[in-house]
């Protein structure tokens, strides 16, 4: 596709649920992003890849987040055992420079909301 | 502490009016960007500005980075009701792994 796609776009879980997040970043591109973004809020980083490789996993709340990106294209973000303040809008970008080069493309997200 | 200051938080103005958000740190940077996100849509990329004092211009929104590469403003020229959403300034992460983003002016324009 032309854009960065994110699915589902609504998940709705019951606290201590597991969840996993899918995000199809743009053809070729070599940098791949998670961030997580409160209501009213800017989004705050979460995990960075270049290719399949993690090379940044600074940003994630809890050993509960877990990020992967095997193939170095489709990503997948998990949550595991869901607590209500893990609520956001998930946001996955992709950009072109191997350095986590600018700018980035974002997808529309997706918004999680734990019960 | 916040790296980016962002303000005002939420600015509410009817179509027509002129209005300047802010982005202000204590730290330098060798770039910033100004991205739009509107409600339920990802953040978009506006402008990108990297000399201190420059001045770049899309349609009626004029960005400009501070002479010390400290700030940055946008201003926008006789508002319109596409115009609303919210406004996020953005630096790069030492080693420009990722970006780190201002909380945003949330801009609602009114008919």
């Known amino acids: 596709g032309a854009g960065v796609s994110q699915s589902p776009r609504y998940k709705v879980a019951k606290r201590g649920q597991d969840v996993a997040l899918r995000c199809d970043p743009i053809s070729g591109h070599v940098s791949l992003f998670w961030y997580q973004q409160a209501l009213g809020q800017g989004p705050e980083f979460l995990t960075y890849?270049?290719?399949?490789?993690?090379?940044?996993k600074s940003g994630l709340p809890s050993d509960r987040f877990f990020a992967e990106r095997p193939e170095g294209s489709v990503s997948t973000l998990k949550i595991q055992r869901t607590q209500q303040e893990d609520s956001a809008v998930y946001l996955c970008?992709?950009?072109?420079?191997?350095?986590?080069?600018?700018?980035?493309?974002f997808g529309n997200g997706t918004r999680l909301t734990v019960t | 502490t916040q790296l980016l200051e962002q303000s005002p938080q939420f600015l509410s103005i009817q179509e027509g009016e002129n209005l300047t958000v802010y982005c202000n740190s204590s730290?330098?940077?060798?770039?910033l960007q100004w991205y739009r996100q509107e409600p339920g849509e990802g953040p978009v990329l506006l402008v990108t500005v990297v000399t201190g004092g420059e001045v770049k211009k899309l349609k009626r929104l004029t960005f400009q980075f501070g002479d010390a590469r400290k700030d940055s403003s946008l201003h926008i020229t006789a508002a319109q009701t596409g115009d609303t959403g919210l406004y996020l300034c953005a630096v790069p992460k030492p080693g420009y792994s990722t970006l780190t983003f201002g909380k945003g002016t949330m801009l609602l324009v009114s008919p």
């Open positions: 970008a992709s950009s072109a420079g191997g350095t986590g080069g600018l700018p980035l493309h």
């Open positions: 890849f270049q290719n399949e490789a993690q090379l940044d």
């Open positions: 730290s330098v940077f060798s770039s």
